[in-house]
């Protein structure tokens, strides 16, 4: 790792991330409001389950390397780059609740690609509809921080500031 980027676990973990977090975000309200074949919803629902359960440790690694490297100084000190560290840290927190609350609200076994299984941690259906409600709210807050996150890089690489160069191996 230089002064100036991520080390190759972090870049990995977090185009992983990326990618199962966008995609569980667009296919889960598509299933949540959009009117597919049952089957077809059983199939995406059971996938969404695996794949972000899977993720789960794999985000709380990424979260710990990156408290662990808390002191790589990639951001300009001042305001922007304040900006960019508590919409980071939001990212994290908002993340890790969609992650929490998933796992909560299971109102079936969690059931990893018919490989592993897990009993459901919660069974009171007055908690399980309360999780569900949050993990929506959380799932909406997580869209429009991703949003943001992908705009202002997009920002950064048209004024010339290269910060996906610091996010590549
Ligand atoms: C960052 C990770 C996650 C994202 C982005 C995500 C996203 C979503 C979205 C957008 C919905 C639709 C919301 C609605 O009902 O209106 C949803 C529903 C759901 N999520 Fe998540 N979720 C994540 C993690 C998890 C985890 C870890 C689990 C459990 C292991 C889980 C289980 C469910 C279940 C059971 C539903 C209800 C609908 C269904 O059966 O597919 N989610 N999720
Ligand atoms: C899919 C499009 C995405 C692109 C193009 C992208 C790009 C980037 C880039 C270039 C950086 C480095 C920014 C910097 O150091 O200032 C970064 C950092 C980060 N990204 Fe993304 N990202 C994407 C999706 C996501 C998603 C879905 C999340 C959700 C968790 C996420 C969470 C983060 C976090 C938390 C950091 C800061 C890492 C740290 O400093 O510990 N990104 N991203």
Sequence with gaps: MNARSYTPLQ?????????????ALCSGFLVAFADLAVATEARISA???SLTALLTPLF?????LAWRHRHQRLHAPGLKGALAR????GLY???ALVLLTGIIMMDRQIRIFDV?????????PAL???????????CVVLGLLVTLHVAAVLFHQWRRTP???RMWY
Excluded at 11 to 23: E, F, M, R, Y
């Design 11 to 23: 870049i990995t973990l977090h185009w992983l991330s990326a990618a199962v977090i966008v995609w």
């Design 47 to 49: 996938l969404n389950v």
């Design 60 to 64: 709380a690694l990424r979260m710990l």
């Design 86 to 89: 508590h919409a980071h840290l």
């Design 93 to 95: 927190a908002v993340s």
């Design 116 to 124: 592993i299984s897990f009993a459901q941690p919660v069974t009171d």
């Design 128 to 138: 399980l509809t309360l999780f569900h409600g949050i993990h929506r709210y959380a």
């Design 163 to 165: 910060v996906l160069r």
